[in-house]
């Protein structure tokens, strides 16, 4: 038995060793599948032209039938462009998404210095994926002649491109202020994640991609800039830039994606080959004159969930989701959050397409004070179901051309209020109600805490409310403009007598300043603190509509050190409304509550 066991050991040694050798052989003759850029020539001194060596190298690594071109950490310069073959990875150092704070620091890991194709669009990208499965991976491109006073910016070729290619990916990439980063044509399968930059022109374009393309853990944000909103580049961007952009796509998915000062976040175009449709998860769009345009979009249509939309900085025109008037397709928000600086939440105007928020919340919109919808409905049809509005004013308008309107179960500040154009097509179903639209007694004798919470569905064209005085005098109000509109409930056929508790500064003085009703003057704005008293006569309707005239005035144009660029007018406090024959009991209109009338302290002087 033991010399048997003997010979079986041997004979497994043997067939051991054969194996090694087999191994080493084939190991010997095989390709390699990594090659070191730096080992083959490649210097990252900032200086030498890399464009020949790592060239080479791709090509090597494509000729050997695929492969990964490695480069260590330096800063690579590259006159001329690249072309990555099939199969090819370029891989840098990193495997997080890099990124530059601030336009002086000059980023670690692997930089490619970019050059080619200044001050023309055309030519070819800086770098081309070139075959299927082709990628890059770990780099950070910079262009070293980019110049933040360059206003409107240099126009360079794509810094990424890919055209009739499969399954091409960009990963842990960060492109620093190209004219554009990324363009994708006819890509099928491309993957687009843990990118960051901040293009220019247009961050993200893709068009006829027919097979999914997927984009992911995006961020266009300022990198390598110093951000003002007023800087004339960064204004370029927030008013002409375009962070992603999306053509004829099919079942395309964009996941985890954001932008901050761009002209417009997320365009939805249509080219020759036609529009999108696809899956949008998590989009965010800050400072974005237009968070989403949608331009045309396919029958399927857009459907956008966990969307968070701001308008651009110090902006009175932005509007978050605009809907073009020739867009056929459906556009769907769920779960979706609007705030900041916003004229109008969304607008649509097509009378082809279809329009749907759910479970959305709006927070601010009409930063103009000129009465502008959350939302704004020209044409089409709409639904609108389940959403909060934190702002008074008007939610919904809904205009003559209209097919339908079903707005169901919303809540808001102040209730639900609707500008109906539309008639019979618009139904609203089960939506939070006015407080102040309970019974005719409530209507009889009101007050209106100006600056407080609940005045805003009573005026249109003011500015923000504020607080004056301190302590025990301390008090909510709001400065009126040069024209500010009371819209205030009444009980038909009876006369009124209203009270305006405000204060006028001489700036807002002028002959003609006063309350007025249809044009004629009720009651003309005295100097200082007042309270302005005039009689209402019976209306036919249910409201009233008063105008509040005053010479508007800058503080910013007038007092040395201000910074308050808004056009005011006089402070008002509050607002009582009283039929001829209410009782003492008072209507709290803010928050829907009966009081018994009591002193106020009195207006603060400015």
């Known amino acids: 038995m033991a010399k048997e066991n003997l010979v079986r050991k041997s004979f497994l040694g043997f067939a051991t060793m054969v194996n090694v050798a087999v191994s080493l052989a084939v190991a010997a003759s095989a390709p390699p599948v990594r090659w070191n850029a730096a080992e083959l020539g490649a210097v990252g001194d900032g200086q030498t032209d890399n464009t020949a060596v790592l060239q080479k190298a791709l090509d090597a690594a494509g000729q050997a039938g695929g ?73 950070v491109v910079v262009y070293p002649e ?65 097979d999914i393309g997927h984009v992911e853990n995006v961020h266009f944000w300022p990198f390598g800039v110093v951000y003002r ?92 989701v605009e809907v073009g008037p ?94 109906n154009q539309a008639g019979v097509r618009v139904q609203l179903i089960a939506n939070e109600v006015d407080p102040l639209e309970a019974t005719p007694e409530a209507r009889a004798h009101y007050r209106i805490h100006v600056g407080e919470l609940g005045d805003g569905q009573y005026l249109r064209q003011w500015n923000g409310r504020e607080h004056r005085g301190s302590g025990l005098l301390r008090r909510a109000m709001r400065w009126s403009t040069e024209a500010s509109v009371l819209d205030l409930p009444v009980v038909p056929g009876k006369p009124y007598q209203i009270v305006l508790e405000l204060s006028t500064p001489k ?32 209306a036919s309707a249910d409201r009233v509509v008063l105008e509040l005239r005053c010479r508007g005035w800058v503080p910013k144009q007038l007092h040395a050190g201000s910074q308050d660029d808004r056009t005011l007018g006089v402070e008002v406090y509050a607002v009582t409304m009283r039929a001829s024959d209410a009782g003492d009991k008072v209507f709290d209109a803010n928050h829907g509550e009966w009081r018994r009338l009591s002193a106020a302290p009195a207006a603060q002087a400015k």
């Open 67 to 139: 492969g990964v071109v490695e480069l260590p950490a330096g800063r690579f310069r590259v006159n001329g462009t690249l072309s990555v073959p099939k199969g090819v990875t370029l891989q840098g150092t990193y495997r997080v998404p890099p990124t530059a704070a601030n336009k002086d620091e000059k980023p670690d890991g692997t930089v490619l210095m970019a050059y080619a194709g200044r001050g023309s669009q055309k030519g070819p990208p800086f770098i081309l994926l070139a075959g299927r499965n082709a990628a890059i991976a770990g780099l």
């Open 146 to 210: 980019w110049k933040q006073s360059d206003v409107p910016p240099v126009p360079y070729p794509p810094c990424v491109e890919s055209r009739d290619t499969e399954n091409v990916g960009i990963s842990e990439c960060c492109f620093l202020n190209p004219y554009e980063a990324i363009k994708l044509v006819r890509a099928a399968r491309h993957l687009v994640r843990n990118v960051t930059g901040y293009p220019s022109w247009r961050g993200l374009y893709v068009d006829e991609c027919y």
């Open 229 to 320: 909103p007023d800087d004339p580049y960064c204004k370029w961007v927030n008013t002409q830039g375009v962070a992603f952009e999306l053509a004829r796509t099919d079942w395309h998915y964009v996941f985890n994606t954001f932008c901050f000062g761009y002209g417009v976040g997320y365009k939805f175009s249509e080219s020759k080959a036609g529009s999108t449709n696809g899956n949008f998860l998590g989009l965010g769009a800050d400072s974005c004159r237009r968070a989403v345009l949608v331009e045309q979009a396919q029958p399927p249509g857009l459907l956008i969930t966990n969307g968070e939309f701001v308008g651009r900085w110090s902006s009175t025109d932005s509007v978050c």
């Open 326 to 419: 020739k867009v056929e397709g459906k556009v769907s928000l769920v779960n979706c959050s609007f705030w900041g600086p916003i004229d109008r939440c969304v607008w649509m105007q097509s009378p082809f397409g279809q329009f749907t928020a759910n479970a959305c919340h709006f927070v601010h919109w009409d930063n103009h004070g000129k009465g502008a919808p959350a939302i704004q409905l020209d044409a089409g049809k709409a639904m609108v179901q389940g959403c909060t509005f934190a702002h008074e004013g008007i939610h919904v308008a809904a205009g003559e051309k209209v097919r339908s309107a079903i707005l169901t179960g919303n809540q808001a500040a102040g209730g639900f209020r609707v500008a």
């Open 507 to 538: 700036e807002a003085a002028s002959p003609d300043a006063g309350l007025y009703l249809n044009g004629q003057r009720l009651a003309p704005l005295a100097p200082g603190p007042a309270k302005l008293t005039a009689s209402l006569p019976p």
